[in-house]
């Protein structure tokens, strides 16, 4: 029913900056949460960042606090990562999710929760 296609991954030196974007098809993105999970080698997919349905409420790892910000624009059925001072420890491969919920103040934080993922988008950030 909702498909998500993520964009904006690559190569940058460490201290650089990314942009991700994951935008939805199938269904309009307003009644549902959404979040950032990534995964590296050998490691299990770990929580990133999460946002409700209209943007006013958000979590964040600890890892990334600080340095990245999720946000989302559902005029253009559209959720954002943007990635600062960014780490060799942040490399992984970056998912979004998004799952529906009946209350604008939900953030959902469990992987386990969501119902919907992208594809995933590779992030490397090197020494």
């Known amino acids: 029913q909702v498909q998500l296609v993520e964009y904006g991954g690559g190569l940058v030196q460490a201290g650089g900056s990314l942009r991700l974007s994951c935008t939805a098809s199938?269904?309009?993105?307003?009644?549902?949460?959404m979040g950032w999970f990534r995964q590296a080698p050998g490691k299990e997919r770990e929580f990133v960042a999460a946002?409700?349905?209209?943007?006013?409420?958000?979590n964040y790892a600890d890892s990334v606090k600080g340095r990245f910000t999720i946000s989302r624009d559902n005029a253009k059925n559209t959720m954002y990562l943007q990635m600062n001072s960014l780490k060799p420890e942040d490399t992984a491969v970056y998912y979004c999710?998004?799952?529906?919920?009946?209350?604008?103040?939900?953030?959902?934080?469990?992987?386990?929760?969501?119902?919907?993922w992208g594809q995933g988008t590779q992030v490397t950030a090197s020494s």
């Open positions: 999710a998004a799952d529906r919920v009946y209350s604008s103040r939900t953030v959902v934080i469990s992987g386990r929760q969501y119902e919907y």
């Open positions: 199938g269904r309009t993105l307003s009644n549902y949460a």
């Open positions: 946002i409700s349905t209209g943007g006013g409420s958000t």
